[in-house]
């Protein structure tokens, strides 16, 4: 391992990280149930971040609140030092069940978000089109989403969040509703697109296996109330052959640390 943090325990001393989000004091209830509890969290600059743990932790409700979708109870999230109240142009959100209109064609879909902010025509099509290619879209711009398969559907979604040119990328668990193929697929273009765009990705996944193989960082939060429990950092060569990484001691490794700090909490 390079570093693991371990909360409410020993800590390992780690070198300080340039944060574009903050996170701090962070607590949510939906009437009596609570889902998270001061959490205190940055998100390093230009990589990958996973939240990871049981169902019903609150990884998915600490992703919105980063959004600007949901109001926290208690505490602040900061993006590039300001203080998030509602969605912004700096973060974009890619969501579980895809969330696109059926009436528009892909095209008017992936450049829906540059539409809404005035961008001319011509241009946001030419965007739009940019991004459609860079998911592996490419001749599909006039097709409309009942003509796609969902593993499609999804890259139109990602495609639409990178258009907007964010700064952060907020993604719920955007492979669970897609076949092992297309999964390991997406994942190989993830690590891509997080190296050519040079983007910050938050990532929600249920997936050990998934947060080892595409995280530059994994966040473990604790049963509700969601705490962080810990945080990894998998010590892992990513070029080259995608599937020798599978077959990687750093790569299996880190899957069993992670099993062995979650399994506690399988009943």
Partial sequence: MRASVVRNGPTSVIEPIDSIVKV???????????????????????????????????????????????DADAGTVAVEGKTVTRPGPERAFVFQDFALMPWATVIRNVAFGLELRGTRKAEREDIARHYIAEVGLASFEDKYPHELSGGMRQRVGLARALSVKADVLLLDEPFSAVDEQNRRKFQEDLIRLRTNQNKTFIFVTHSIEEAVYISDRIVLLSPRPGRISQIIEPDIDRSGDPERIHRDKHYLDTVDEIWRGLKRYVE
């Fill in 24 to 70: 701090r004091g962070i607590s949510k209830a939906y009437g009596n149930v609570e889902a998270l509890r001061g959490i205190d969290l940055d998100f390093p600059r230009g990589k990958l971040t996973s939240l990871l743990g049981p169902s019903g932790c609150g990884k998915t409700t600490l992703l919105k609140i980063i959004a600007g979708l949901i």
